[in-house]
């Protein structure tokens, strides 16, 4: 087969993970000469977002389609008819060169079915970071898809090579798990992500002692030793809609894996419906806006100070689901209405970001401003707040909500759009 017809298959194929953003990694370029590739700049084929707002690139991609797992719900399957394909690690090796020299993308993001055993397909993905880094100096970011029952000495020589690992967790319930992809053992699942957590903490320490040192060594004429592992930390991705799991179960696993494995993201992908899948598989996809719902309910746990309970409470009538209709903070300010309105000029910085409107960056634009003097409502909208959004929520020295305003049954509809029609995946 063609490379080409192996790159049309493969790059399909790996649509369905959305965890590639690249973030979070250490600077690493060329400019000396030295090398190829680097992990600033660029533009090309699969795009994502840093956390500071930079446009990402990468070659997104399977090693094989070939799978000899039978998950109900991967196209890739072993029971499924699809076209398959597969590289060999040194196409892989080329395509990202031949693709980052002609400014297309800055990085690599590698995934992979498994064939023959875990062990064997991780070896092959460990083989095409380790081509790139060693045989071809290759600077630019990777981020490598990781098999959770791989040996930990291949997913310690993964860390060693890659940017950023991620291992799956796919389902958020253990019994859908079971049901839908019994090859897979959340036990171990659980135990690989272990593994990466101990390898990036051993990482950070290591570069701890080694700036300790560093003068010291540098007087000596020595190289303090360091162990460098997957310096933009681990991430996972859940399906959504696959199963009747509530949105209230998925936050809570999230924020249990955000907690105990130092998870850099967690991933919301809403389940597409796929050929000739099992009938316990549901016939349609769920709303896209309910995987963006998810998305704005994580940064809330992770950024806001929010509580599971507070976003989505399954003793609620919604029974742990978000409303689809306005955002999770907005919701929650609606269900909890006897503490507004928040007085903009007193208020510290946890009740600021409360209130619907107001983000990170508002919050402490609003706390310097006051500083020197009280804040009037025509000052907000210099501090890059949406005003409308916020009337009905604050009070400053020449504004306040009516009460009846705060009290009506009609306010929720000031903030609802028009209804849109259901966009598809892909």
């Known amino acids: 087969m063609k490379l080409q017809n192996k790159l049309a298959i493969l790059a399909d194929a790996a649509k369905y993970d959305a965890s590639c953003a690249s973030s979070g990694s250490v600077k690493r370029n060329s400019s000396k000469g030295k090398g190829v590739g680097s992990t600033s700049g660029g533009m090309g084929i699969c795009h994502s977002y840093a956390p500071d707002g930079r446009c990402i690139s990468l070659l997104k991609i399977l090693l094989t389609n070939f799978c000899i797992y039978d998950c109900s719900y991967c196209v890739n399957r072993a029971s499924s008819q699809v076209q398959r394909a597969r590289f060999t690690v040194d196409e892989v090796v080329n395509l990202t060169l031949d693709f980052y020299k002609r400014n297309y993308i800055e990085g690599l993001f590698l995934s992979s079915g498994i064939i023959q055993s875990s062990d064997y397909t991780m070896e092959q993905l460990v083989n095409v970071a380790r081509s790139l880094r060693k045989d071809h100096d290759f600077r630019g970011y990777i981020h490598l898809k990781t098999i959770p029952d791989a040996s930990p000495e291949l997913l310690r020589q993964a860390g060693v090579y890659a ?181 903009i000029n007193r208020a510290p910085l946890e009740m600021l970001l409360r209130v619907p409107g107001i983000g990170t960056i508002g919050a402490r634009r609003i706390i310097q401003s006051r ?56």
Not at 401 to 412: I, V
């Open 163 to 343: 940017d950023r690992l991620s291992i799956n967790i796919e389902l958020p319930s253990k019994q859908s798990l079971k049901l839908y992809a019994p090859e897979k053992d959340p036990v171990t699942i659980h135990g690989s992500m272990g593994k990466l957590r101990e390898n990036i903490e051993e990482s950070k320490e290591s570069r701890k002692r080694r700036n300790k040192v560093q003068s010291a060594a540098k007087r000596a004429n020595t190289k303090p030793a360091k162990f460098l592992y997957a310096p933009a930390g681990q991430s996972t991705q859940m399906i959504v809609g696959a199963d009747a799991s509530s949105d209230s179960k998925i936050l809570t696993l999230a924020n249990h894996l955000y907690g105990k494995y130092q998870m850099r993201r967690v991933y919301y992908s809403a389940f597409s419906p796929i050929p000739d899948a099992t009938r316990t598989l549901p016939l349609q996809a769920p709303p896209l806006l309910r995987e963006h719902r998810l998305y704005q309910a994580d940064w809330l746990l992770r950024f806001y100070g929010f509580s599971i309970d507070e976003i989505s409470d399954p003793a609620s009538e919604q029974k742990g689901m978000l409303d689809l209709d306005v955002d999770p903070k907005l919701a929650w300010a609606l269900r909890n209405r006897d503490l507004f309105p928040v007085d």
């Open 371 to 426: 500083r020197f003097g009280q804040l009037r409502f025509a000052d907000l909208a210099k501090c890059g707040l949406s005003v409308k959004k916020i009337s009905a929520f604050i009070e400053t020295v020449d504004h306040s909500p009516a009460a009846q305003l705060l009290e009506s049954d009609s306010l929720k509809s000031r903030f609802v759009k028009a209804e849109t029609p259901q966009l598809s995946l892909f």
